[in-house]
T-cell receptor, first 113, second 113 residues
Framework: QKEVEQNSGPLSVPEGAIASLNCTYS??????FFWYRQYSGKSPELIMF????GDKEDGRFTAQLNKASQYVSLLIRDSQPSDSATYLC?????????????FGKGTKLSVKP | DAGITQSPRHKVTETGTPVTLRCHQT?????MYWYRQDPGHGLRLIHY???????DKGEVSDGYSVSRSKTEDFLLTLESATSSQTSVYFC????????????FGNGTRLTVT
């Protein structure tokens, strides 16, 4: 069974700090990686996706991918209380389940004013 | 926001009754998915569709069936609801399988008493 692992948290950071969220995956063939944010009682919303090794930046968010070590991370700079949510990592199941996405259980982030 | 509508948004039903959840999209995406989300389990794929009348099972398909008679509509049916099917159900759509991100509907909260 392919797995996507995330620390459940809660991860607590002060306002203005950098929040670092990590995700490891078991399928070495995975090629597509996604980060979703989910507020309590709401549906997941896409923040970023990354396909290549290295960093991808979008505003205050940076996704980092290291395929050799099989981890992907999300950095949130200048964290705001509105960033408090659960962050889901998703990875495509290459070679199995027709490539559908496998989700981690999420990391709960709390940004304290 | 991706045009995805789930109905109903909330439903309470009794054990043993049939239940149908509907997902309607206006994006003309080929791929549609049904996930359930439960505490401690994260998002788990129930069934997905890769075209009209083309469907396949996901990780937790037992007790569920699906149908897709039109590109825009994907139905999830619980033939005989059980308490273990109490969950939040999300429909998602994607332009491609495993490569493009999923976009989620607002979810249906189902309670089976």
């Amino acid at each position: 069974q392919k797995e996507v692992e995330q620390n459940s948290g809660p991860l607590s950071v002060p306002e203005g700090a950098i929040a670092s969220l990590n995700c490891t995956y078991s399928d070495r063939g995975s090629q597509s990686f996604f980060w979703y944010r989910q507020y309590s009682g709401k549906s997941p919303e896409l923040i970023m996706f990354i396909y290549s090794n290295g960093d991808k930046e979008d505003g205050r968010f940076t996704a980092q991918l290291n395929k050799a070590s099989q981890y992907v991370s999300l950095l949130i700079r200048d964290s705001q209380p509105s960033d408090s949510a659960t962050y889901l990592c998703a990875v495509n199941d290459y070679g199995g389940s027709q490539g559908n996405l496998i989700f981690g259980k999420g990391t709960k982030l709390s940004v304290k004013p | 926001d991706a045009g995805i509508t789930q109905s109903p948004r909330h439903k309470v039903t009794e054990t043993g009754t049939p239940v149908t959840l509907r997902c309607h999209q206006t994006e003309n995406h080929r791929y549609m998915y049904w996930y359930r989300q439960d505490p401690g389990h994260g998002l788990r794929l129930i069934h997905y569709s890769y075209g009209v009348k083309d469907t396949d099972k996901g990780e937790v398909s037992d007790g569920y069936s699906v149908s897709r008679s039109k590109t825009e509509d994907f139905l999830l049916t619980l033939e005989s609801a059980t308490s273990s099917q109490t969950s939040v159900y999300f429909c998602a759509i994607s332009a491609s399988q495993g490569e493009a991100p999923l976009h989620f509907g607002n979810g249906t909260r189902l309670t089976v008493t």
